[in-house]
C-alpha cells in the first residue's frame, strides 16, 4: 500500500472565488457552480424531477388524478418552493408523498395539509422512519442540531470568503421549521401496491440510513433510490450518525442493478434515462463501496490502525476519476475510519491504548515536553508559515486543552482551520473547519441553536439523558405525570441516579403531576425552573411537592 499526500499539509490548494465570495477549493468550487441553480427537468410527460432546491431530488409522478411526491426538501422553506415549483407546471392535487428515508420529510407539511394525511393523501415510507425521526431528535438532537448546522455550513456568513458555496436550507427567507408529518404507510421489503394508478414495487435498501427505500415503477422502467447518489457515498458522516454498513448499501445497489432501469433517479444528482447509462453508474457506483470496503478489511487484517489505513487507501483511477465519485461531499479517509469503528470500535488493539493518559494529562505533558507554553505556540506559528496546517491545529490544541481561552492559540488554530477549509474538497469538512474558526474567533456562537423538534410523547423520556447523577443519587420515587390537556398519563420511575420513562401510567404512585402539556415542554426545554412552574395555578400535585422539585432540580435541562 502506498501512502497518500495529506492535501492539509505543505501542498497550496488551488482555490477559486464564488460569486457570493466564498472562497473554496477549485474542485469544489467546479461542483457546487454546476449545482446551485434550481431546475426541473421533465424525464417523461408523467414524470418530472426537481433538482438544486435542496440536497435532495424530489420527484413528481402523475398518476390517474393526481400527484405522487418522493421527498420534501429539508425544511418548510425548502417544501414551499418545491410546491410552488409543481404548481407552475400542474395543479393535480397530491394523492401520496414518499419518504426515501427519514432525512428529507421536514418538508411535507407543504404537501400534506393539516387532516389529509391518511384520508386523502398517504404519505408512504419505511415502516421505522417514524420511530427513527422521534429517537434522533430526543437522544442525541441536541448534539445533532449542531453538528448538522456546521456539515451544512448553516452557521456560515452568507456572503465572504468563509460563505457556503452553496444553500441547502432555502436561503436567508425560508422558513427553517420543521413539516414532518407521520407516515401513514409502512411498506415492507418487495410490496407491491398501485399508488393512484401507477404500479410501485418498494425494495428496504439500507444506505446512509436503515429506513432507506427504492421504488421500481415497472410501467415506467423506472427506478428512484436513494443508494445512489451525486458524489462519493458518505459510508460515515462528521455529522455523527448511526454506523452505515456498507454490506447493506451493496445490496441495494445491486437490486438497483438487477432491475436495470431505462430511468434511473437517485436521491441526489441527475437522473440517468438510458438502460446502459444507468447500469454504469449503478456498478461504478457499488464497485467504489465495495473497493473502500474491502481495502479497509485487508488494512485491519494487516494489523494496521485506523489512521494508517485511511492514509493508504486510494480508489482506482476509473473510480477516483468518476463524475458522481467526487470527494466535494465527504472524503475517502472519514468512510475509510467509519467502516474500522463500525467493525472494531474506538480501540486501535495496541494495548497502550486500552486505558490511556486523559486528554487534559496528555497535552499538559507535551507541552511541557516542547519547554512550555510559549514554546509550543512558537512552534505552530512555524508549521502555520510552513503551511502544515493538520499539524498547527493539532499540535495548538494542546495548548487550548490546557488554556482554553488563551487568546493568541485560538486564533491560530482559526488560521489552520480556515486554511484546511478551503483547501478542502468536501463540503462537510469545509463547514465543520470554517463554523469552528469563527467560533474560536469569537464571532459566531456553536452553542446558540434552537432546540430540536421534541414530541410530547418523547418528553419524558428525554429526562433519561438529562440526570444529574449527583443530585438524584440518593433518591428513589414513582412519579405519575398527566397532561391534562391531552388526558393522558405517563411514568417516570427514578431509581438513584436512573430514570425509566413508563409508557404506562403507574397504578402506585408516590407522586402524581398534573400539568399542561405546553408548560411540561417549556419546562424540559429549559425555559422555566420547575419553581416557576409549580407557580401555575393550573399545576395539581398529589404527594410530596418538596421532593418533586427536589426530583426535578436534579435533571440538567
Ligand atoms: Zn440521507
Not at 480508489?315 to 469503528?341: C, D, F, M, W
Not at 487534559?360 to 516542547?370: D, N, W
Not at 420511575?493 to 400539568?515: C, N, Q, Y
Not at 399542561?516 to 399545576?539: A, H, Q
Amino acid at each position: 500500500m502506498v501512502k497518500k499526500k495529506n492535501r492539509y499539509m505543505s501542498e497550496p490548494a488551488e482555490k477559486v472565488t464564488m460569486s457570493n465570495g466564498a472562497i473554496v477549493n477549485k474542485q469544489m468550487g467546479e461542483y457546487y457552480s454546476q449545482v446551485s441553480k434550481p431546475k426541473v427537468t421533465h424525464l417523461t410527460d408523467k414524470i418530472a424531477v426537481l433538482e438544486h432546491f435542496s440536497i435532495d431530488n424530489t420527484v413528481v409522478i402523475q398518476g390517474d388524478n393526481g400527484l405522487i411526491i418522493w421527498d420534501t426538501g429539508f425544511n418548510m422553506g425548502v417544501g414551499k418552493q418545491k410546491f410552488e415549483a409543481i404548481r407552475n407546471f400542474t395543479d393535480k392535487p397530491v394523492k401520496a408523498v414518499i419518504y426515501s428515508h427519514n432525512h428529507y420529510t421536514n418538508g411535507a407539511r407543504q404537501f400534506v395539509p393539516k387532516g389529509f394525511e391518511g384520508i386523502d393523501i398517504e404519505v408512504i415510507a419505511h415502516p421505522d422512519v417514524h420511530k427513527n425521526v422521534l429517537n434522533s431528535s430526543v437522544e442525541l438532537g441536541k448534539m445533532l442540531k449542531k453538528t448538522t448546522a456546521q456539515h451544512f455550513g448553516f452557521y456560515l456568513p452568507k456572503v465572504g470568503p468563509d460563505a457556503p458555496p452553496v444553500s441547502y436550507d432555502g436561503g436567508v427567507e425560508a422558513d427553517k421549521s420543521s413539516g414532518y408529518v407521520q407516515p401513514t404507510y409502512g411498506v415492507q421489503d418487495k410490496e407491491e401496491m398501485e399508488i393512484d394508478g401507477v404500479r410501485f414495487q418498494f425494495f428496504h435498501t439500507p444506505s446512509d440510513t436503515m429506513d432507506s427505500i427504492t421504488a421500481w415503477l415497472p410501467e415506467h422502467d423506472t427506478v428512484i433510490t436513494n443508494s445512489i447518489w451525486h458524489v462519493l457515498p458518505n459510508l460515515y458522516t462528521l455529522r455523527g450518525q448511526p454506523y452505515r454498513d456498507p454490506l447493506y448499501w451493496l445490496e441495494g445497489i445491486d437490486q438497483v442493478r438487477k432491475l436495470n432501469p431505462k430511468i434511473l433517479i437517485p436521491a441526489h444528482g441527475e437522473p440517468v434515462s438510458t438502460k446502459e447509462s444507468s447500469y454504469e453508474l449503478a456498478t461504478n457506483y457499488r464497485d467504489a463501496i465495495a473497493f473502500i470496503y474491502s481495502q479497509t478489511i485487508r488494512g485491519i487484517n494487516k494489523g494496521l490502525k485506523s489512521d494508517e489505513i485511511a492514509e493508504e487507501v486510494t480508489l482506482p483511477e476509473h473510480l477516483a476519476n468518476h463524475p458522481r465519485l467526487k470527494e466535494v461531499y465527504g472524503e475517502l479517509t472519514h468512510q475509510v475510519k467509519g467502516i474500522y469503528s463500525g467493525l472494531i470500535g474506538w480501540f486501535s488493539l495496541d494495548a497502550a491504548d486500552i486505558n490511556p493518559m486523559s486528554t487534559q494529562y496528555r497535552s499538559e505533558k507535551i507541552v511541557e515536553g516542547f519547554g512550555g507554553i510559549e514554546k509550543v505556540i512558537q512552534a505552530s506559528e512555524k508549521a502555520l508559515k510552513e503551511r502544515e496546517y493538520a499539524w498547527t491545529a493539532e499540535l495548538i490544541t494542546h495548548v487550548l486543552n490546557i488554556h482554553p481561552d488563551k487568546e493568541q492559540a485560538r486564533l491560530i488554530k482559526a488560521k489552520a482551520l480556515r486554511e484546511m477549509g478551503q483547501a478542502t474538497p468536501a463540503l462537510s469538512s469545509r463547514g465543520f473547519y470554517l463554523s469552528q474558526a469563527l467560533h474560536l474567533e469569537g464571532k459566531i456562537d456553536l452553542n446558540n441553536i434552537s432546540n430540536p423538534f421534541l414530541p410530547i410523547e418523547k418528553s419524558i423520556k428525554l429526562l433519561e439523558y438529562k440526570i444529574d447523577p449527583e443530585k438524584l443519587g440518593q433518591i428513589n420515587k414513582l412519579l405519575k405525570i398527566c397532561f391534562s390537556d391531552l388526558t393522558e398519563c405517563f411514568g417516570l420511575d427514578v431509581r438513584k441516579g436512573v430514570a425509566e420513562f413508563l409508557e404506562e401510567e403507574p397504578i402506585d404512585p408516590d407522586i402524581t403531576l398534573k400539568i399542561s402539556s405546553n408548560l411540561w415542554i417549556s419546562f424540559v426545554l429549559g425555559k422555566l425552573e420547575i419553581e416557576e412552574v409549580m407557580e401555575d395555578s393550573n399545576v395539581q400535585v398529589d404527594g410530596n411537592q418538596s421532593v418533586l422539585i427536589e426530583v426535578m432540580q436534579a435533571f440538567e435541562l
